[in-house]
């Protein structure tokens, strides 16, 4: 059986990998190809283009993608499904490219499954009606979608979504706070600035910021940093270099190690560390030190000492880098403050409490209000979306600064009576998203279209 998937972005690619599997298991002689990243790439699919890159905000930032998503991959994936014609294809959100694939598909005589349709959270209009149309059937995350869509005329099956089935942390608290070099009873505040680069550049910056002003409410306040796998360390480290306060050590400590994300493997290369090289941990940490195995905890005491000098020398807030823990970064922290997107429903079904920020570029908020984006959408924040009505904070562009986001976050950690509402809150949505098994229940759908 001959499968192709195209995904677009991290949430995406996450989401094909799985429906990949949960096919495999039922067809183990499928063969996948398509585009996507590592995820579906982990899921034994050919790749014959890697999405990892393609993530934009904004008609602006779209502008800088466009030209090699249309002009060169557009036509890329043309020539292979007429060529190699698959039993079925699998679109993964992506609407701005996938929609463009459905219909070369319908126009070529394919079967299409549309998993997770663009603009799914939306609950009232007639956008996407085109979709009745060009596909065979949607497989739709919420009720509401459901409905809408099958107003419209489309064959619209209800599956539920997929975060359900994955969102969980991957160690307890106290391996988790131990692993970071963080104590697991004093306050943990967990930073998630994106895996679009323009989401962190613009965030970091804040997110710096507030910290240091949080910590002077808080002074055991203590802060991870999630590093999503489409942002490199190295180009995050450079980027904080940069800011005003960063520019003299942090960028020395930080170019002492290279991590490699595909294999998890720190490797030092400088003289002062080469005699930790090759240590398979996921993460690194900067200014509140370098985390590395237990058997080496004294070189470990020593680096963190080192580094804690320079944090206060600098003024800097003590902040860990983390890549690859960041569902245990969401599970553990008392409050999140994040960007705003598909993180923002992951920490929604932990139940931890959020501060959602959008920042972009100036001439995105000048975008934002030449199409007055503000005026016609009356959340920006899934939880918000999903819950339709305001449950958490949204930070718009230059709302999101540090005093304001302080100001939010305060009676979330000293507050239990804000702190247990929300969470309460957020507990509903969660119970709103129905029950784990989307993958499965998708995969039956694709099978089920193939062998038609």
């Not at 698959?86 to 998993?115: M, Q, S, T």
């Not at 190690?257 to 560390?273: G, I, S």
Request: aromatic residues 6%.
């Amino acid at each position: 059986m001959n499968i192709a998937i195209f995904s677009g972005e991290l949430s995406g690619d996450l989401i094909a990998g799985a429906l990949a599997l949960e096919i495999k298991a039922r067809e183990p002689k499928a063969e996948f190809w398509g585009m996507g990243s590592h995820a579906l790439r982990g899921a034994g699919a050919e790749l014959i283009a890697d999405s990892a890159e393609w993530g934009a905000i904004g008609i602006t930032e779209a502008l800088k993608v466009a030209p090699k998503l249309f002009f060169k991959i557009l036509p890329l994936v043309k020539r292979n499904l007429k060529n190699r014609r698959p039993d079925v294809v699998v679109l993964v959100d992506f609407g701005a490219f996938n929609v463009r694939v459905a219909r070369y598909c319908k126009e070529i005589g394919l079967k299409v499954c549309y998993y997770f349709p663009p603009g799914s959270w939306r609950r009232h209009g007639t956008k996407g009606a085109e979709l009745a149309q060009i596909t065979d059937v949607l497989a739709v995350p919420f009720t509401w979608a459901h409905e809408r869509y099958k107003a419209m005329g489309a064959n619209s099956v209800y599956v539920g979504h997929p975060l359900l089935e994955r969102v969980r942390p991957s160690m307890s608290r106290n391996e988790f706070a131990d692993s970071l070099g963080l104590s697991p009873d004093k306050p943990i505040i967990g930073l998630l600035p994106g895996s679009r680069k323009q989401e962190v550049v613009h965030l970091v910056p804040t997110l710096i910021e507030t910290a240091k002003a949080i910590l002077e409410h808080v002074p055991d306040a203590q802060f991870v940093m999630s590093v999503a796998p489409s942002i490199s360390q190295e180009m995050l480290g450079n980027w904080l270099s940069h800011h005003a306060e960063f520019h003299d050590r942090l960028a020395d400590i930080w170019h002492e190690f290279v991590y490699e994300a595909e294999t998890k493997v720190l490797r030092p290369v400088a003289r002062t560390a080469r005699r930790l090289s090759g240590q398979p941990i996921p993460q690194l940490v900067t200014s509140a030190g370098l985390v590395v195995s237990a058997d080496q905890l004294e070189q470990e005491q020593k680096t963190k000492a080192l580094h804690e000098n320079l944090s206060r020398n600098k003024g800097l807030p003590p902040i860990v880098l983390a890549k690859g823990v960041t569902y245990d970064i969401m599970a553990y922290s008392q409050v999140l403050l994040s960007c705003s997107g598909t993180a923002t429903l992951e920490a929604t079904i932990f139940e931890t409490p959020i501060v959602i920020m959008y920042r972009g570029s100036k001439i995105m908020e000048l975008e934002s209000m030449l199409r007055g984006t503000r005026k016609k959408l009356r959340f920006m924040g899934l939880p918000n979306i999903i819950a339709d009505k305001p449950v958490v904070a949204e930070l718009i562009q230059e709302q999101a600064n540090p005093q304001a986001i302080t100001e939010l976050v305060l009676p979330l950690l000293n507050d239990l009576t804000v702190r247990q509402k929300m969470k309460a809150e957020l507990r509903a949505i969660k119970e709103s998203l129905g029950e784990p098994g989307a993958s499965a229940k998708a995969a039956e759908l694709v099978l089920e279209l193939a062998k038609k």
